[in-house]
């Protein structure tokens, strides 16, 4: 990202992007849904015209939010300057998103502070816009129409692929989708109990519900070490689930699975717009959370050391 300025302190960024993305859960009031669940076309994640690199953590969300509330229907985006480096030109008049990202640098560490690496981040933004808003750049083919299989049970291969890497002890019976913490592993109902919808197959409702208990599988201590009590108390429990749901949104993006919500997601809906409202940073942290989740089960070593197991 090349256009970028330092957050001023008379702006305030986390409640900027925390608003915008509130706005886009309640833009239908009579039924909220995260954005990403509003569509019908397969998700992908917003990816850079100049870098072509995909954005990461809040910036999903963020310009997933604004795609939906401007009927964007493709997901690429850059900054001014960048799209001028492809021969675009934004149309005049266009409101551009705001994405954020930390830089790090360096200082003296403190001398009394023995665990003081020297380390800082610095909240800094970009403006970027959507393709829509560009004319004079030759757009890549965009999605193809979503049309579900003819065989709803087929196996996606590259998606099965990923599930094996991962390691997780995966057992299937019952009727409940759960990660279980003490013996580590993740249960799940039979495939064929899932149920489709209009735009989205039997088996990718299952592939996505298997997403949210890998997310919850990679916050264990042997693993990613993800805990909440201290920032999040009693809303812990919340904040956790909204991680595990969008690690599986995230991931779901990169494989090409098109979800539909989880059955007791409108129970998480309001305890989650409760956590945002109370806390402008909270959709940072676990959008981050969700992307480190990601890119642990991406790398395919999420199985422990045999003596490490509970």
């Not at 299937?172 to 913490?181: E, I, L, S, T, V």
């Not at 995230?250 to 007791?264: K, Q, S, V, W, Y």
């Amino acid at each position: 990202m090349t256009a970028s300025t330092t957050a001023k302190a008379s702006r305030d960024i986390h409640a900027e992007v925390t608003a915008s993305i509130i706005a886009a859960i309640e833009a239908s009031p009579r039924a909220p849904r995260m954005p990403w669940l509003q569509s019908n076309r397969p998700l992908h994640l917003p990816r850079n015209a100049l870098t072509r690199n995909n954005y990461n953590g809040i910036n999903i969300l963020q310009l997933w939010a604004t795609g939906f509330v401007r009927g964007y229907d493709q997901q690429l985006w850059a900054s001014y300057r960048q799209w001028a480096q492809v021969s675009g030109q934004v149309k005049q008049g266009e409101r551009g998103t705001t994405v954020a990202f930390y830089k790090t640098y360096e200082v003296e560490p403190k001398a009394d502070d023995p665990d003081d690496d020297g380390s800082r981040r610095v909240l800094k933004t970009s403006v970027v816009f959507n393709i829509h808003q560009v004319t004079g750049y030759a757009p890549p083919a965009g999605p193809p129409p979503r049309t579900l299989p003819a065989d709803p049970w087929q196996p996606l291969d590259s998606v099965e692929d990923f599930i094996i890497a991962t390691g997780a002890d995966i057992r299937h019976g019952g009727d409940q989708a759960y990660f279980h913490r003490l013996k580590d592993f993740v249960q799940m109902p039979e495939r064929t109990s899932f149920v489709g919808t209009e735009t989205s197959t039997p088996l990718e409702a299952y592939y996505a519900v298997l997403l949210h208990e890998l997310t919850h599988w990679t916050g264990t201590s042997f693993r990613l070490d993800r805990t909440f009590g201290q920032r999040f108390g009693d809303a812990a429990y919340a904040a956790e689930e909204l991680v595990a749901e969008l690690g599986s949104a995230f991931m779901c993006a990169e494989l090409g699975i098109t979800p539909a919500p989880r059955a007791d997601h409108a129970q998480y809906l309001a305890h989650w717009l409760k956590l945002l409202k109370s806390d402008k940073r909270a959709i940072f942290v676990a959008a981050a959370k969700a992307s480190e989740a990601a890119r642990f089960l991406a790398a395919g070593v999420g199985m422990p050391a045999e003596e490490t197991r509970p």
